[in-house]
């Protein structure tokens, strides 16, 4: 039976009176999960994703409801009051359902999973994702937010909960029928590698490099910046690849258009409302073509991500406010997401005092009230805000609406541009000590391997970039932790940790993300150990998530019997794909080891995606960028100290600019010359001066130092 057909065995029908609530407990107290914890209380009997709801579904013979969200997501707040707290609601998932809640974060893999299968059910995806299952685990029905009555044209909940357990009862061979077929769709069967791996050769990869570029051009928003229309979200990997076409091809016409493209979506990122103005960071994505209103929740893999777009921005355009926005980024994680462990938390949430963005949306009297009427009409031109406002409730997201002379203008005052800018400084500290006194949104402060990883390797970059040591140092604390934390004795990985409890077998994105982390931590200290826990890493990779037939990773290990599909996904989400990650800590590895079964590895994964990736180039940017490491080795600059980190600052701003895009430095403040480790071996300073040793592969040039 077609998807279509089964959506219409569900007619609504209406629901019964609410109940006077009660006091609740449920299955979710034991969780980790803050998104799960706040779901301990609801009067719906919520189990957590395992055996026990599992085999409850099956000797009761009752349909799953699998409700998956996370804890900055507006929409699923809005969901757990208007109906997870409703008892009415509650009284029906009980009696009709076994409910269970799950954590997407926590549970990536059930997420992309059933995700699949609502989208094919409704076109659409998003969260909160309500999915509705057989005991066997095969989805039949599923949309995101259903209001707990009829309205904005989604059935009411407690009516389809009704229709739903009245279809089962009445229609269930059909549903099971239906259910099988579009549990068979949700995979992705890729071919088997066969013969002998083709290396490209330079020339034809710079050539599909400028075609690829095309694809982005052809849906870039030349008034605005970014692809496509709204939302529009900040995907760091297209604009990195873009950087990287630029850097390889500066006298192409695509090379200059890339370099055009990304710089110019790069300052109106940063200019939107989607920036917070006042302490750094992104959130998740803009609702408007013009960045200037957020959806407001941050996430820590947009800073992980960002953070490097912003760093590769200067060094290939030498635009100083990307330099900034980096530096406000880093500073950002190192203020408000750093826990004392030494990780980083996962997200904030949209919502604070029940309602969206009310932590950070501002009125022109508020302004006036903290800053005073002079310095409050400043902000006000300066930031964009109005009495009418460009949020909800007449109140303002802050944007960069003029330059700070002009703001300085048009409140009546006489600053030149100098001290301006200065007024300007002053107004963001005043308003951003204004907003610690607010209700802060609530913090996800679970920590989660793949996403932390994210972080540790742009921290590790901006520290050496920058010439900002404690960058570096938050950086291998973070990893010092997760080391200690999450990885087994017998060398597998767990996901999450919080609060001193871990949970979760590692997925594909967790080693990948990490192990890339790590080389750029050694890359920025050049101390062996982040080499050698990274390989390690990449080893238990490729034992627990390769695929020898197909060479695509798969996105989990297969211990899980729960899970219906184990899946394959090479292609970018919000986050870079977890394949091409893997990919780039290969050839990462070999690059600095020379062991030749990394870069095996890693061509075979690469060759793999075939022709997928000139089809739609745009599904696969963080891929993109590494078939020119398979063309050519990339280079490795070492460079050695005389003892000081401070001696390396020099080489750092030299090896920060646009001409060494492509190679991969590793700064040692001492001479490492006994080390077992090919690339550190005799690599000593000359004449008492930090020295610089560039190789590609077995060829190198003679030493040299900064005059």
């Known amino acids: 039976m077609a998807i279509s057909s089964l959506l219409l065995l569900i007619t609504l029908t209406p629901m019964p009176p609410t ?47 699998l409700s998956i969200g996370y804890s900055a997501c507006h929409w699923c707040h809005v969901m757990e009051r208007e109906s997870f707290e409703n008892e009415g609601i509650a009284a029906i998932l009980n009696e009709h359902f076994i409910s269970i809640k799950v954590d997407r974060e926590e549970r990536p893999d059930l997420d992309d999973l059933y995700m699949k299968a609502v989208q094919q059910m409704t076109g659409q995806g998003g969260w909160p994702m309500s999915v509705w299952l057989t005991p066997e685990l095969l989805p039949f029905y599923g949309g995101t937010y259903f209001p707990p009555e009829s309205r904005y044209g989604r059935p009411g909940f407690a009516d389809l909960l009704t229709s739903i357990e009245q279809a089962w009862e009445t229609r269930r061979e059909e549903i099971e029928e239906s259910a099988k077929s579009l549990s068979g769709s949700l995979t992705v069967t890729f071919p088997k590698l066969e013969g002998e791996m083709t290396v490209p050769d330079a020339e034809a990869v710079a050539k599909r490099e400028r075609s690829w570029s095309k694809s982005f ?6 008034q605005d910046g970014g692809f496509g229309p709204a939302p529009k979200f900040p995907r760091a990997d297209d604009l990195r690849f873009l950087l990287a076409v630029a850097a390889r091809q500066p006298q ?19 200019a939107g409302g989607m920036y917070d103005r006042l302490a750094g960071g992104f959130s998740r994505y803009s609702v408007d073509a013009q960045w200037h209103i957020p959806h407001f929740e941050k996430m820590l893999y947009d800073q992980g991500t960002l953070l490097p777009a912003y760093l590769e921005g200067w060094r290939l355009s030498g635009d100083s406010a990307f330099e900034k926005i980096a530096r406000e980024i880093a500073d950002y994680l190192l203020r408000e997401r750093q826990d004392p462990g030494g990780a980083f938390w996962s997200s904030t949430d949209a919502d604070s005092e029940g309602e ?20 409050g009409a400043f902000a006000a031109a300066l930031y964009g805000v109005t009495a009418e406002g460009n949020f ?43 907003r610690l006194q607010r209700i802060a949104p609530h913090s996800d402060d679970k920590i989660l391997l793949s996403w932390n990883g994210l972080a540790i390797g742009a921290l590790a970059r ?52 990490f192990s890339r982390g790590l080389l750029e931590l050694f890359m920025a ?97 963080s891929a993109l960028r590494l078939f020119a490491w398979a063309a050519e080795e990339p280079a490795v600059a070492v460079v050695v100290g005389t003892g000081e980190a401070s001696s390396l600052v020099e080489w750092q701003r030299e090896l920060a600019t646009a001409a060494h895009h492509d190679s991969l430095p590793v700064f040692l403040s001492s001479a490492l010359p006994e080390s077992p480790l090919g690339l550190l071996q005799a690599r000593t300073p000359i004449d008492e001066k930090s020295t610089l040793y560039l190789c590609v592969g077995q060829t190198c040039e003679a030493p040299r130092t900064l005059e």
Do not use: C
């Open 392 to 434: 909800e409730h007449g109140k303002s997201a802050l944007f960069a609406a003029m330059p700070p002379a002009e703001a300085a203008q048009a409140a009546g005052l006489k600053d030149d541009a100098t001290s301006a800018l200065q007024r300007a400084e002053d107004v963001r500290k005043a308003l951003y000590g204004n």
């Open 525 to 621: 200290t050049g101390d062996p150990q982040w080499l050698d826990l990274a390989e390690k890493v990449a080893a238990r990779m490729l034992q627990d998530f390769a695929d020898a037939e197909s060479g695509i990773f798969w996105d989990t290990d297969g211990q899980d019997d729960s899970l219906l599909h184990r899946l394959q996904s090479p292609w970018d989400g919000a986050t870079p794909a977890p394949h091409a990650v893997a990919l780039e800590s290969l050839f990462m590895l070999h690059a600095f080891t020379g062991e030749e079964s990394w870069r095996e590895a890693a061509l075979r994964g690469l060759l793999a995606m075939g022709a997928m990736v000139d089809r739609q180039p745009r599904a696969f940017a």
């Open 252 to 270: 192409s016409a695509e090379g200059q258009e890339a370099l055009t493209m990304v710089t110019h979506t790069l300052k109106k990122m940063a």
């Open 356 to 375: 969206e963005g009310t932590f950070f949306v501002w009125t022109p009297k508020e302004l006036k009230e903290v800053l005073g009427e002079e310095n």
């Open 217 to 222: 051009a052809a849906e870039y928003d030349a």
């Open 462 to 513: 901006a520290g050496w970039m920058l010439q900002e040591p404690r960058y570096i140092e938050a950086a291998a604390a973070a990893a010092r932790f997760l080391e200690a934390t999450l990885q087994q004795d017998d060398g597998s990985w767990l996901r999450s940790t919080r609060q001193g409890r871990t949970a979760h077998r590692a997925v594909l994105e967790d080693l990948a993300y």
């Open 19 to 65: 109940q006077e609530p009660v006091e609740a407990r449920n299955h979710l107290a034991g969780e980790t999960s803050p998104y799960l914890l706040s779901h301990a209380h609801n009067p719906v009997d919520w189990y957590p994703w395992g055996e026990e709801a599992l085999e409850k579904a099956k000797k009761e013979d009752k349909p799953i409801f």
